[in-house]
């Protein structure tokens, strides 16, 4: 089984910009459909961006942040990318990337990684 490694988040002020990684580990990534996910404290987790297929391409936003959140993926590397500009103290989380098979039942979560977002 692989698993999904998340460095980085941290703190920035509102109005600032923070990319978060995710990088794949023992899986054939370009058969996963890639998305990011966030829970803020009291609230469910929800869904904030993704691809709609493995192959890239279509994505799909959370109202909260479209325009300012942006889905990437490179497949040389593994690696999944969430670019995440004018950030707002609203949008303080933690943030979970996630990988689901195309075509077969394998779901991955990464261990997540808090940003938060304060003056």
């Known amino acids: 089984q692989g698993h999904l490694v998340e460095p980085g988040g941290g703190l920035v002020q509102p109005g600032g910009s923070l990319r978060l990684s995710c990088e794949a580990f023992g899986i054939p990534f370009t058969s996963y459909v890639m998305s990011w996910y966030r829970q803020a404290p009291g609230k469910e987790r929800e869904p904030v961006a993704g691809y709609l297929t493995n192959t890239g391409g279509h994505t799909n936003y959370a109202d909260s942040v479209k325009g300012r959140f942006f889905i990437t993926r490179s497949n040389a590397k593994n690696t999944v990318y969430l670019q995440m500009n004018s950030l707002k103290p609203e949008d303080t989380a933690v943030y979970y990337c996630?990988?689901?098979?195309?075509?077969?039942?394998?779901?991955?979560w990464g261990q997540g990684t808090q940003v938060t977002v304060s003056s």
């Open positions: 996630n990988a689901v098979g195309y075509g077969f039942r394998s779901t991955l």
